[in-house]
């Protein structure tokens, strides 16, 4: 079955700490993407990848930093720098290549800072 | 003016109401628009695309307003399960990147 994989589903991280979620996708999409919700707020851009190699700042890129070494997988790093990290991180990935398509997510990371 | 407006709600109704949300969108060069569906601490799910002639599906029904810019979800003979937050997506022209609406909450009671 092709979709999304975010992982780990629960994330608790200590303060000072950095941590990495994972997200990985086997529907062959060029374009990725990081967005982070919190309660009773819609989803925030925090970077995206439109081709391997590159990547480039959302709306809310102060405290995280990602890479895309390979199509597949883009990893979202939650750095100390990051004030407020706790919030429900979700994945996405489309197909830009086709037009403006609609974006398919992974199942989402809970990070609470502890 | 944000990108994607919406009302945060909730709208409450009893089971088999009509319901009517909208959004509002700022870039009139936009052109793709979708309405996704989600549940309590679940990720966001494709519920419908809209065009621009309009489109069914069901219960569902989504319109597109280009010259007031807005798009709207109806939903008829609103079920307990219909209960959740619907998020209005915009691809932004150019980059092809999805904007998300707030969301609004519905809430059917029996």
């Known amino acids: 079955d092709g979709g999304i994989t975010q992982s780990p589903k629960y994330l608790f991280r200590k303060e000072g700490q950095n941590v990495t979620l994972s997200c990985e996708q086997n529907?062959?999409?060029?374009?990725m993407y990081w967005y982070r919700q919190d309660p009773g707020q819609g989803l925030r851009l925090i970077y995206y990848?439109?081709?391997?190699?590159?990547?480039q700042k959302g709306d809310i890129a102060e405290g995280y930093s990602v890479s895309r070494e390979k199509k597949e997988s883009f990893p979202l790093t939650v750095t100390s720098a990051q004030k407020n990290p706790t919030a429900f991180y979700l994945c996405?990935?489309?197909?830009?290549?086709?037009?403006?398509?609609?974006?398919?997510f992974g199942q989402g990371t809970r990070l609470t800072v502890v | 003016r944000k990108e994607v407006e919406q009302d945060p709600g909730p709208f409450n109704v009893p089971e088999g109401a009509t319901v009517a949300f909208n959004c509002t969108y700022s870039n009139s060069a936009s052109q793709s628009f979708f309405w996704y569906r989600q549940d309590c601490r679940k990720e966001p799910k494709l519920l419908m695309s809209v065009y621009s002639s309009g489109n069914e599906d069901g219960r569902f029904t989504a319109q597109l307003n280009r010259a007031s810019q807005y798009i709207s979800l109806l939903i008829r003979d609103s079920k307990l399960s219909d209960s959740a937050t619907y998020l209005c997506v915009v691809i932004r022209p150019g980059s092809y990147i999805p904007t998300f609406g707030r969301g609004t909450s519905l809430i059917v009671h029996p």
């Open positions: 996405a990935s489309s197909a830009p290549d086709r037009g403006p398509t609609e974006a398919f």
């Open positions: 990848s439109q081709i391997v190699n590159d990547f």
């Open positions: 529907l062959n999409h060029d374009a």
